[in-house]
């Protein structure tokens, strides 16, 4: 069974930087992907980066315009962990950060969208003050 576990959110003042951990655990086979989302109050849900965990090591899918250039994603192999680095935040970054695995091989060909991802941590909340 997939358990995934996110940690790292706070509260931040603008301009201020938080790093985000996603531990997975029980992902079998050897190419997924794993993307973060996040959600804020009466919105949808927003892929935001996602990493292709493959034979030939990690490739990093893309950014949503909202978070490119201040957002970083990359995956510790050892740990099993994927790290989102999130930089310049701004109080529209307000919002309930998840983590999640898409088990298709082909996951990689499409862009990070949560109708295509399996399984879901309970997520960590972040908050931006202005």
């Known amino acids: 069974q997939v358990h995934l576990v996110e940690s790292g959110g706070g509260s931040v003042q603008a301009g201020g930087s938080l790093r985000l951990s996603c531990e997975a655990s029980?992902?079998?086979?050897?190419?997924?992907?794993v993307g973060w989302f996040r959600q804020a109050p009466g919105k949808e849900r927003e892929g935001i980066a996602g990493?292709?965990?493959?034979?030939?090591?990690?490739?990093?899918?893309s950014y949503a315009d909202s978070v490119k250039g201040r957002f970083t994603i990359w995956r510790d192999n050892a740990k099993n962990t994927v790290y989102l680095q999130m930089r310049a935040l701004k109080p529209e970054d307000t919002a309930a950060y998840l983590c999640?695995?898409?088990?298709?091989?082909?996951?990689?060909?499409?862009?990070?969208?949560?109708?295509?991802?399996?399984?879901w941590g309970q997520g960590t909340q972040v908050t931006v003050s202005s």
């Open positions: 990493v292709y965990v493959g034979n030939l090591g990690t490739i990093s899918l």
């Open positions: 029980g992902v079998t086979g050897s190419r997924y992907c």
């Open positions: 999640a695995v898409d088990r298709d091989e082909l996951c990689y060909t499409r862009e990070v969208s949560s109708h295509d991802y399996d399984f």
